[in-house]
């Protein structure tokens, strides 16, 4: 990869020149949301970058929207489509190579440079997208069969739907927070003797708080109501990619769930990485997800076999007293439906996709045991304890404690990475 004139990245950094994430920032000069991108420990504002006399012949595919990165949201910028993102990509990796072919732009101009160029730690992150609606699949295979296999046995751990179709359920968007975001344990009805009958529930903050390790995919450009997307034009619809944790309440949830699905045991927080990685940015890391043994429907069949990404993920739970254990590294590989199968069948019968909805893979574990995404089959179940640095122990989180997700792929000098989706848990609210 082409080395960067940017001072501050280290080859280590999930922020190379080869990724390029957008995100939404604000600074102590501008408080209003505005987009960048980042680079290394930095951020380059890219309103203030737009105000630069050349802007509109750095950046020809986005000459009747000169101040499209002064808006608090990327949604105008995902709605012009993959094509767009991608030119766009380019000339900001253009400017910040060492051997930019527009040196006075950045590089020598070193009034905008030192204006434009902010350091990630003096800046604030917002959440990057609008998000109108969110839709949550089911697609770790591994957590789909260890969650099933804990409550009805390995026979029929799998529901008979589940190989012939994407699995999901509508989530809340009002409730996604940006990483950083602290997290209320909620209250709910939840049961504390399971074997008394009648069942007889209680009010009261859940006992089981959880989490869930997943990858979250931005619409792009919508589709008319009425339409479908077909599998092979869905890479088009897709703008990028964030880390998602999904927090669930088990307890609230195994009480509620039936017959509906999950509502109060899901709906009180979902965090997402700040920074969106462009799907061009992740496409040298394809791979082949889990085998489906079952023939698809063909609006399901991709004709492919490389149609997930080999993201190295891992998930730190961190103490109220500071010390932080890695309890799970996994990959995102392990996924039974891909993105663009999950957008072809969510849009099957003419559900309109809008510039903005965020999509949930679900729940991704590997096939061993610190491989998991998920406190609930760490603990198997809240059974068995997991240990943690200091011999401290969890089944599920306590107050004050914090879980931190990455998300890396490639080597040193071209990582293209995530960065943290962080929350920290704090105490109910007393009724």
């Not at 990724?19 to 951020?43: E, V």
């Not at 101040?67 to 949201?73: L, R, Y």
């Not at 049961?191 to 089981?208: C, F, S």
Request: hydrophobic fraction near 40%.
């Amino acid at each position: 990869m082409v080395s960067t004139w940017v001072p501050g990245v280290p080859p280590d950094t999930p922020f190379s020149l080869a990724n390029i994430p957008f995100g939404i920032i604000s600074s102590p000069a501008d408080p209003a949301p505005h987009a960048a991108i980042a680079i290394g420990l930095y951020a380059l504002d890219l309103k203030l970058l737009s105000s630069h006399a050349s802007f509109a012949d750095l950046f020809p595919v986005l000459k009747d929207h000169v101040g499209i990165f002064s808006k608090p949201t990327l949604n105008e910028f995902a709605a012009l489509g993959r094509p767009v993102h991608r030119e766009v990509r380019r000339a900001i990796q253009d400017l910040l190579s060492a051997e930019t072919s527009h040196p006075e732009v950045l590089k020598d101009n070193a009034e905008l440079r030192e204006t434009a160029l902010h350091h990630r730690r003096t800046v604030k992150m917002h959440l990057p997208m609008s998000i109108g609606d969110y839709t949550d699949f089911y697609a770790g295979f591994h957590h789909a069969y260890a969650v099933g296999a804990m409550f009805r046995g390995p026979q029929t751990a799998l529901q008979p739907n589940y190989t012939h179709l994407p699995v999901g359920y509508h989530g809340r968007s009002s409730s996604i927070v940006v990483s950083g975001t602290p997290i209320t344990r909620p209250v709910g009805q939840i049961i504390i003797d399971p074997t008394a009958e009648p069942k007889q529930p209680t009010t009261a903050p859940t006992r089981r708080l959880d989490i869930e390790l997943e990858l979250g995919c931005f619409i792009a450009k919508p589709n008319e109501m009425g339409s479908s997307i077909k599998v092979s034009d869905a890479e088009d619809h897709i703008f990028g990619y964030v880390l998602l944790n999904d927090w669930s309440a088990r307890d609230i949830q195994a009480w509620e769930y039936v017959p509906l699905g999950p509502f109060n045991g899901k709906n009180f927080a979902t965090s997402i990485s700040p920074w969106v990685v462009l799907a061009d940015a992740l496409e040298p890391f394809r791979t082949r997800g889990i085998d489906n043994w079952t023939p698809l429907q063909g609006y399901l069949n991709e004709g492919k076999e490389a149609n997930v990404f080999d993201i190295e993920l891992q998930v730190d739970l961190q103490t109220p007293q500071g010390d932080a254990t890695t309890i799970c590294t996994t990959s995102s590989k392990y996924l039974i439906w891909s993105f663009p199968q999950m957008i072809a069948h969510h849009s099957l019968g003419g559900c309109p996709m809008r510039t903005g909805d965020l999509l949930g893979s679900g729940t991704i574990s590997g096939p061993s045991i610190r491989e998991k995404g998920s406190l609930l089959e760490l603990s198997e179940g809240g059974k068995k304890d997991i240990m943690l640095y200091g011999m401290d122990v969890r089944r599920f989180l306590k107050d004050g404690d914090a879980v931190i997700i990455r998300g890396t792929c490639g080597g040193d000098g071209a990582r293209v990475g995530f960065g943290e989706c962080v929350g920290r848990v704090l105490s109910a609210i007393p009724l």
